[in-house]
């Protein structure tokens, strides 16, 4: 078969075992007559080897990071230079956690959507103007038809252990890290649109502000605590079913995807000093996408004298985010010595309870 590419040298980069990787060097590490086979990620087995994952790089700077990242973790690689791209071989036995330092670069060199300051603020005006006149629309149907509900309302996200919202550990470097739940709240509009007898849909927006406690203890026995507060759009998609308990009283249960926009990383930060030595430690939550698309559940009740008049509805929900896109990193670094930092996935459930005011 006739060769696609020049035969590329090999060259192992590094390796912390004395066992290097096996791999065809003859042939040379990389090289294969359908590497440059369409690909979907920027990972893939090796086409003459598949002992090996090969992880390929555009930008020096992700390449750079990536190997910094594959040192720390001490997992072995072989390196080529193919001009375009820059390539890593990394053994099978090491794919998982490859794969999450890959996300983890991926994440960390994420350009914004829109790179310009201004151009980003005018569309988030356009955006918030557009929505306004949208609800002031739909509040305005709402009322010239009765059959539509609007709904405007206030939630509390609680930190319910029984809803796997719950704690998370984590250590790596001589940095041990908590990461515990408090309360948020969101604020919103609903609105409510019955079909079929006793079936809805429902969608709205909510502006929904998390808290997160971070609690970092250093090798040097100093002690750190930090509060990180992230906001999110929430946009629900629901259908659900209602039951009449009373003349005034009805039960509601709903279920379906809601989508979740994080617009921009969360970062905190504190200092101490501690025998003339300054440390510095930050807190920090980011994700692989800026969307998600968690599953939802909300059940409650309302209470409602008459249609032309306000009610109001309680209730509970709860969400589960379907992938891992969320991440949190702590770091603390000690006069001149290295950073060092332990990372974690952030927690992908979310409950609390819904206070609403039903307009007539």
């Known amino acids: 078969m006739p060769r696609l590419l020049p035969k590329a040298k ?3 980069e590094y390796t912390h075992s004395s066992r290097k990787p096996r791999c065809p060097a003859h042939r040379g590490f990389f090289y294969s007559p359908y590497f440059y086979a369409v690909r979907w990620t920027n990972h893939f087995p090796h086409p003459a080897d598949n002992r090996y994952e090969v992880f390929a790089f555009r930008e020096a700077a992700r390449a750079d990071d990536f190997r910094e990242r594959c040192k720390a973790a001490g997992i072995p690689f ?3 230079d193919e001009g375009s791209e820059q390539l890593f071989g990394i053994h099978k036995d090491h794919k998982a956690r490859a794969i999450e ?7 960390a060199h994420r350009k914004p959507f829109i790179p310009h300051k201004g151009l980003r603020l005018a569309v988030l005006l356009f955006t918030l103007v557009a929505v306004l006149l949208g609800l002031a629309g739909a509040w305005l149907s709402a009322r010239a038809q009765p059959a539509h509900v609007l709904e405007w309302g206030v939630s509390a996200f609680a930190p319910a252990p029984w809803a796997g919202v719950e704690p998370i550990s984590a250590e790596a470097d ?8 408090a309360w948020g709240s ?3 509009a609903r609105i409510t649109t019955p079909f079929r007898g006793a079936w809805s849909w429902s969608t709205g927006i909510q502006l929904a502000r998390l808290r997160g406690t971070w609690n970092l203890r250093h090798a040097s ?65 980011s994700r692989i996408r800026g969307w998600s698309v968690p599953l939802s ?38 006069g001149s010595a290295p950073v060092e930092s332990v990372r974690f996935w952030s927690g992908r459930a979310a409950a609390g309870i819904d206070l609403r005011v039903i307009l007539p």
């Open 10 to 12: 090999l060259l192992t």
């Open 78 to 80: 072989e390196f080529d």
């Open 101 to 107: 330092l890959n996300h983890l670069v991926s994440a």
């Open 174 to 181: 001589g940095l041990q890290c908590e990461w515990t739940p």
């Open 186 to 188: 969101g604020i919103g």
């Open 221 to 285: 026995g100093l002690d750190g605590r930090l509060v990180l507060r992230s906001v999110r759009y929430r946009i629900p998609v629901l259908a659900g079913t209602r039951v009449p308990l009373t003349s005034k009283a009805t039960v509601h249960a709903l279920f379906g995807p809601v989508v979740d926009f994080m617009p921009s990383d969360a970062v905190t930060s504190g200092d101490a000093l501690l025998d003339t030595v300054y440390h510095s430690f930050t807190a920090r939550e």
């Open 297 to 334: 559940a909300e059940v409650g009740i309302s209470w409602r004298n008459r249609d032309e008049e306000p009610g109001f509805y309680v209730g509970a929900f709860f969400s589960q985010e379907v992938a891992k896109n969320r991440w949190g990193e702590a770091a603390w670094a000690a």
